[in-house]
Structures are given as C-alpha cells and as structure tokens.
C-alpha cells in the first residue's frame, strides 16, 4: 500500500488528481509519454510548444490521424497547454532499441550530419525551439513520419522537413531511422 501511496502521491503532484487529461494518451503514448511500441510518438521530453502546435495541427485538421483528429478536436487551449506541460517535464527514454546494425546506423549518422538536422532538432537531437526531439523515437514511427514527410501526407508549415525528406531515398530513411532510434535522448 505504501508503494501505491507514493504512486499516488507522485502522480498528484505532477498532473493534479485522478483523472488527468494525460490519461487519455497513455494508451499509445505510454504512461509519462513514452511508449512501449516503436511505432507511436514518444512525447516525454518534446519541447512543450512542439505539443502544443501537433494537438492544434490535428484539432485544425492540418494533421491527419483518424486517432488523433478527434481526440484533439475535443481539447480546450487550457487541456492543449497542460498536456504540453506535463510531457515537456517527463522524462525521455529510448522508445524502443533495434537489434543494431552498424553499417545501417553509419549510413544513418553520416546522413543526418549531410543534411544538418541538428539546426532544427538540436545538437543532441533531444528537441529545440524549431523542431522536436527525435533522438530515441520508436523506429518505425521514425520511418513513417520521414515517409509521410517525402510524399506529402504530412506537412511541415515551413516545409523544411518536406524538402528534406524528398531528397533522401528508401535506404537513407531505414538508416536515419535506425539510428535515431538507437540514439539516447537528452533528458530534461
């Protein structure tokens, strides 16, 4: 019981009492926003206006998820502002480790140098004020995204991403994803 207070007793302290908004997310996301399957976002750790701009992005319907539309649609700026908060402070964790490939993650690293990612994602690629974290994101969730970012699906309002994605071939999107995915994120 007292291991279950103290539970409590945290999870109070971070989010308010039970039910938080973030509860909604777990499913998916995981608990604290990180995610046991690598094919979800991990949000523990994004900067909080990376969150804030997605939730409103899915709300508006500039970003599409049959998940996420309607589940956004339904927040209040206040909810949007909490959510963002809350797994900006959560702590980030490797989603989930490929069995590693060294050749593949070389190709990985020398592509992300070649194409300066770090100018948006940061230095350790755990997140800035112009792009979010992507050091330790699931691999397939890495992989889809940078697909979704080549053909169009997703845009980036800037279009940065876009142009960037388009140049880089099938091979280049398994390695960028495979080593990012193995990547520890900086904690916050």
Not at 5 to 13: L, P, S
Not at 18 to 31: I, R, T
Not at 87 to 111: C, H, N, S, Y
Request: proline residues 8%; charged residues 15%; aromatic residues 6%.
């Amino acid at each position: 019981m007292q291991a279950l207070d103290r539970y409590y007793t945290g999870y109070e302290a971070d989010g308010g009492p039970w039910p938080q908004v973030q509860d909604n997310c777990a499913l998916c996301h995981g608990v604290g926003g990180q995610p046991s399957n690598g094919q979800y976002a991990a949000l523990a750790g994004q900067p909080a206006a990376y969150i804030q701009a997605q939730l409103h992005a899915f709300a508006a319907g500039r970003r599409h998820s049959p998940q996420m539309q309607p589940l956004a649609a339904n927040l209040d700026d206040a909810q949007i502002q909490s959510l963002a908060e809350y797994f900006t402070r959560q702590r980030p964790v490797i989603t989930e480790p490929p069995k590693r490939d060294e050749p593949l993650a070389r190709q990985g690293q020398a592509t992300i140098t070649a194409r300066g990612c770090s100018a948006c994602h940061g230095q350790d690629l755990s997140g800035s004020p112009l792009g979010p974290r992507i050091a330790g994101q699931g691999e397939a969730y890495l992989r889809d995204q940078l697909k979704a970012f080549r053909h169009g699906t997703r845009q980036d309002p800037t279009q940065a991403m876009n142009a960037m994605a388009s140049l880089l071939s099938e091979r280049d999107i398994q390695a960028t994803a495979h080593y990012l995915a193995s990547l520890p994120p900086a904690g916050r």
